[in-house]
């Protein structure tokens, strides 16, 4: 079974500009996560996306955004880019299903964003 | 709220020595999970075992397992036989919702 994958790995931007980042989860998997991380802050929580909807959102300004096509594909969005937002954006799948605490995320390569 | 800490910002160990990684945990949820990754240098994180808050056994994969012990709220990654490969950071994490909350991580480096 194919795991998460995320395009582009790389991408290279200027301030002001804006960017889309894309996530495809296994196959099957219905939950899609995505995560911000850098030296200082660490991993932190975006949001989470099920069925189409947001289900959780993280501490981030309105320039962080998200959606969820009908396929579980997920894109992320960041608007008016500062040069904190250079950093490795990850997106994690996971089937949902049950309580919830055991349901394990399963993460992509990852795209690594640096805003000039 | 929930919070994960792992106090050994780096770590060394002997190829095919084992290794303990240290990881404390604080929430007042009865249930939780508790999960371990690996990232490598490429920057995927991979996930190598889970921890639930009511297993009755301590979590066991490959070369990889858990000690869990509840009453002093930490779970412990140890790796068996260490290889080279290993070398990484290690994220401990726990289940908030729908949403991972990590801890600093733990690079450890594995010396041939």
């Known amino acids: 079974k194919a795991g998460v994958t995320q395009t582009p790995r790389y991408l290279i931007k200027t301030r002001g500009q804006q960017v889309t980042l894309s996530c495809s989860p296994i196959s099957g998997h219905r939950s899609v996560s995505w995560y911000q991380q850098t030296p200082g802050q660490g991993l932190q929580f975006l949001f989470e996306?099920?069925?189409?909807?947001?289900?959780n959102k993280g501490n981030f300004p309105g320039r962080f955004s998200g959606r969820q096509f009908s396929n579980s594909r997920s894109e992320m969005n960041v608007s008016t880019l500062e040069l904190g937002d250079s950093a490795l954006y990850l997106c994690?799948?996971?089937?949902?299903?049950?309580?919830?605490?055991?349901?394990?995320?399963?993460f992509g390569p990852g795209t690594r964003l640096t805003v000039l | 709220a929930q919070k994960i800490t792992q106090t050994q910002p780096g770590m060394f160990v002997q190829e095919k020595e084992a290794v303990t990684l240290d990881c404390t945990y604080d929430t007042s949820d009865p249930s939780y999970g508790l999960f371990w990754y690996k990232q490598p240098s490429s920057g995927e994180m991979i996930f190598l075992i889970y921890q639930g808050s009511y297993d009755q056994q301590n979590a066991t994969e490959g070369r990889y397992s858990l000690n869990f012990q509840k009453a002093r709220k930490s779970a412990n990654l140890v790796i068996s036989a260490s290889q080279l490969g290993d070398s990484a950071m290690y994220f401990c994490a726990m289940r908030e919702g729908g949403k991972l909350i990590f801890g600093q991580g733990t690079e450890l480096s594995v010396k041939p």
């Open positions: 996306y099920f069925s189409e909807t947001q289900r």
């Open positions: 994690a799948s996971s089937l949902a299903i049950g309580t919830g605490v055991g349901d394990t995320q399963y």
